[in-house]
């Protein structure tokens, strides 16, 4: 009897690529950039390739309205680098939230993906606004719930 032991691959291009919309209100930070890893990383598809960029794209709206449990608006920090020694910047999360919403999930996204080119191709796919409205509805993106 002959057995087929063959696995399958996806070819770049083969996939399509699907958009969604998450919500981000009164979602949990961590919670939420775990999903929307998932979906960049295409982790959810059968057809997963780890070789390839077969994710999909996310729109994460309402990103001023995301919840940090615990005293991490307080005790979690931001940090930068200027390149320049004494160039380290820290900024904490509740700050980071008032005065720029998208880079608090944008960080969180981020730091769940490869830190490859591969992870850098999947991260262009997340598009995080901090109100209701997003340019991208002729897409029509399938609203996801966490």
Not at 35 to 45: E, N, P, Q, V, W
Not at 103 to 114: D, F, H, Q, S, T
Request: charged share 25%; glycine share 8%.
């Amino acid at each position: 009897m002959k057995t087929n032991r063959t696995t399958y691959f996806a070819k770049a291009g083969e996939l399509p690529q699907r958009w969604y919309v998450i919500d981000a209100t009164g979602r949990s930070l961590g919670r939420l950039a775990t999903r929307s890893a998932m979906l960049l990383r295409g982790k959810t598809r059968p057809q997963f390739t780890p070789h390839l960029d077969c994710g999909d794209h996310v729109v994460v709206i309402n990103a001023a309205k995301v919840r940090l449990t615990g005293a991490k608006l307080a005790d979690k920090r931001a940090y930068r680098h200027s390149g320049y020694q004494g160039g380290l910047r820290t900024i904490d999360y509740g700050k980071l939230l008032k005065t720029r919403p998208t880079r608090v999930i944008e960080l969180a996204v981020k730091g769940m993906l490869p830190h490859t080119i591969i992870g850098r191709s999947n991260y262009r796919k997340l598009h995080v606004y901090a109100g209701e409205t997003h340019p991208h509805a002729a897409q029509k993106p399938t609203a996801i719930t966490l």
